[in-house]
């Protein structure tokens, strides 16, 4: 979040909503390998998944320099739960006292439409 690894001009990319090409140009919520989302009205990337026995998320708010990555002993636990838990961490540390509208970046219709 401060170009140590990833120098803005690509860290922007990560998190611009990516327009399908074969479906009319329309844009589906998911930036370079990033699920995007709003955090307080804020831009936020999440990546999440699971494999027999684990589950994990990663969630990042770079405007408030916010990184949170989860590794549980569990599987099967909701994408939603987890990011419900990332973002409750997020207010934790953040001092926010309303929890986050989880509500996504809605995808735009194709151009003429």
Partial sequence: MDGKFVSDRPGALMLTPYALPRH?????????????????????GLH??????????????PERRLAIAGIFNLEGIPGADRIKLAEAIG????????????????????PGH
């Fill in 24 to 44: 009319g140009g329309t844009v589906d919520g998911f930036g370079l390998g990033w699920f995007l989302d709003l955090y307080h009205g804020m831009r936020a």
């Fill in 48 to 61: 999440g998944g699971g494999t027999p026995k684990v589950s994990g998320i990663a969630f990042f708010v």
């Fill in 91 to 110: 207010d934790v540390v953040l001092g926010e006292r309303t929890p986050n509208v989880i509500r996504g970046l809605q995808p735009t219709p194709p």
